[in-house]
């Protein structure tokens, strides 16, 4: 019974929170346009004019193109250049404050429940004094 009560929380407490982050939509063009949303390090998922999708990891940005990290196992290169003109649609992973917050919250409740009902649930043992 316990065991059932505390995976029933757990599951409760993290069903809505799968994630801390979310993929944030940003201006496609040129260096400029992208400058402001994306910076060494992010992650982003890229579409190309073609219709080629793939996540990637910024390395940097240059004049003309978005010099990436392919994600580990895709391809063989360690750096593509993706010239901006080919860019259609770039969204980068970012922190979303709200499922962090809604996170913090379920865990900290499911704790404060799971403590609340170990002390006056019978059959529990009682807490060391």
Known sequence: ??????????????????????MRTVPAGDEAAIAGHVEPGDRIRLTTRSGVQDTYRVIRLENEALVVEPRRGRRSAAEERIAYGDIATIEVERLDKWRTGALVIGVVGTVAIVGALSNV?????????
């Open 1 to 22: 019974m316990r065991r059932n009560l505390l995976s029933l929380l757990c599951l409760i407490a993290l069903a809505g929170t799968t994630a801390c982050t979310t």
């Open 121 to 129: 649930t019978p059959g529990f043992p009682a807490p060391p004094q």
